[in-house]
């Protein structure tokens, strides 16, 4: 008996510990955080992790999370980001600007 309850509790222990999605607020808070602090490798990784449990759902944190890659020199995952931020029509200037800088490196290779 001791022995079935001990491996219920492991089990119920690991699945826990395994199946953590990190809460999509506390992604938004600290790569704003990390945003602010200009840590753009860490922002870049909390915004990206936040849209795709989101299903890229908000503007405003793709457009970040563009110039977040853009900054940690990725322009293949700014370019997606500012995409979405186009067609959802958020800040279309300098999403368009920044669009065009991310197809230049690409075209400068």
Do not use: H, W
Not at 18 to 46: C, H, I, M, R
Not at 55 to 67: K, T
Not at 71 to 81: F, G, Q, R, T, V
């Amino acid at each position: 008996m001791k022995k079935l309850i001990l491996s219920l509790a492991l089990c119920c222990a690991a699945t826990n510990f395994f199946a953590q999605n990190a809460d999509p607020a506390q992604l938004v808070n600290e790569g704003k955080a990390a945003l602010e602090s200009k840590n753009y490798q860490v922002a870049f990784t909390k915004f990206s992790t936040y849209l795709t449990q989101t299903n890229n759902q908000d503007s405003v944190i793709a457009f970040n999370c563009g110039v977040c890659a853009d900054k940690i020199k990725k322009p293949a995952e700014a370019l997606k980001y500012f995409d979405i931020a186009v067609q959802k029509k958020y800040n279309l200037a300098n999403a368009y600007i920044r669009q065009g800088r991310c197809i230049e490196r690409f075209e400068e290779k």
